[in-house]
Structures are given as C-alpha cells and as structure tokens.
C-alpha cells in the first residue's frame, strides 16, 4: 500500500538556521498538507497545498514559512530561520480530494532547535 | 471560533469494557467530523468518518448536533486499542482538519 514518507525523520538545527522538511506524498493525490505538534500538545493544521499553490494557511503559517513542490514528487516545508518554539513534530499529509476525502499522513520529521 | 474538545486526556479500561472517547465541538454549519488514531509508533491514520457510517474495529461513532458531539464508542475494549485518539472536524473555512488534544486510550489487561 503506497504511504507517505518524510525526510529526516529528526532534525537538529541551531536557532536563526533555515531548515528544509521533505515529504513525498501519494502519487496520484493532489492536495497536500502540513501539520506540526509541539511536545505535549495538539495536532495543529499549518497550510494546504493545491495546484502549485497555498490554498489555506493558518495563523502559526507566518513569512518564516514556505512551501514548495520543487518537482513532480517532493513537497517541502521551509522554515527561514528557526525559533526555539519551532521545535515540534511536523506532519506531512496528502489526499486525493478535498472535502471529505481521507488524509494521508506521514511518519512525521521531529525538529528540535538549539 | 472552532472548538473541539477531548474532555480527557488519558482513560484507562480493563480489556472486555466498554470504552467511551468523548468529543464535543463548536462549529457553524455542518462539519464533518472525523477520528483518527495513532498506534505507538505508527503514523496517524483515519479511524472513521461520520458520514460513512461505518464501524471500523469495532468502534462507532454518532454525530449528535444537539450536544454537538462525535463521542467514539466500543463494547468490548481489546488490549490492541491502546492508542491516542484524535477527533478532528472539517474546518469550515477551509478543508483542513482541526484536532482536537487527542485521548490516550489505555487497555489494562
């Protein structure tokens, strides 16, 4: 059964370094999602992503951020220059459709900033 | 605003109990509503959706739109159930989930 999958699955940054999180997603699905979880917290929707563009972003999803779907496979999630509150578990998510549509996640990339 | 609430956060049941998950939301509209669980290590996955109406694993889940609650239900609770459990409406101003903090589920044998 195809998944999703994220690379890295942990990544130590120092605060004020960019990081890139990857996801690839189903290959037949066409809307795309972060997620991130803090420590002890709950699941929070960051943005979607359709037909090359943002098509829903939350207010956690400030200019630090950015998404890129650089070819036909990758989706990433750019964070410019990382705060100690970015650390947190990040999830990918695909689906095939909107609405009602199940979401796919992934294994999840844990961000954890020094 | 949205709201959706897990009044708890960890509930414990001995294997062969009932099991309630309980989840209330505050939304305008007609949301979807969904449960998702996540097994120790696993990815979050779909559980169920209440407009499918199933019963997946044994677990069902009515809307109530006068209490504005999804409570997940099972009759006999299995030690394979221990998970966190997320209940997660459809935004509604957008198609992305809102979850809720999520319950642990733990099944004492």
């Known amino acids: 059964e195809p998944e999703v999958t994220q690379t890295p699955s942990h990544q130590v940054t120092q605060m004020g370094q960019e990081v890139i999180l990857r996801c690839v997603p189903i290959?037949?699905?066409?809307?795309f999602y972060w997620y991130r979880q803090i420590l002890g917290q709950k699941v929070e929707f960051l943005v979607s992503f359709y037909n090359n563009e943002i098509s829903e972003k939350s207010e956690i999803f400030d200019d630090q951020f950015s998404v890129e779907r650089p070819d036909g496979s990758n989706f990433t999630l750019k964070i410019r220059s990382t705060k100690l509150e970015d650390s947190a578990m990040y999830f990918c998510?695909?689906?095939?459709?909107?609405?009602?549509?199940?979401?796919?996640f992934g294994p999840g990339t844990r961000l954890t900033v020094t | 605003a949205q709201r959706v609430t897990q009044p708890e956060k960890l509930l414990s049941v001995f294997k062969g109990a009932p099991v309630e998950l309980k989840c209330n939301y505050s939304y305008s509209g007609s949301p979807e509503l969904f449960w998702y669980v996540q097994y120790s290590r696993q990815r979050l996955q779909l559980l169920l959706r209440?407009?499918s109406r199933e019963s997946i694993k044994g677990f069902t889940a009515d809307l109530n739109k006068g209490e504005t609650s999804f409570h997940l239900k099972k009759p006999f609770a299995q030690e394979e159930d221990s998970a966190m459990y997320y209940c997660?409406?459809?935004?509604?101003?957008?198609?992305?989930?809102?979850f809720g903090p999520g319950t642990r589920l733990s099944v004492l044998p």
């Open positions: 997660a409406p459809l935004a509604d101003y957008g198609q992305n989930f809102v």
């Open positions: 998510a695909s689906s095939v459709g909107r609405s009602s549509y199940e979401q796919y």
């Open positions: 290959s037949n699905h066409l809307y």
């Open positions: 209440h407009i």
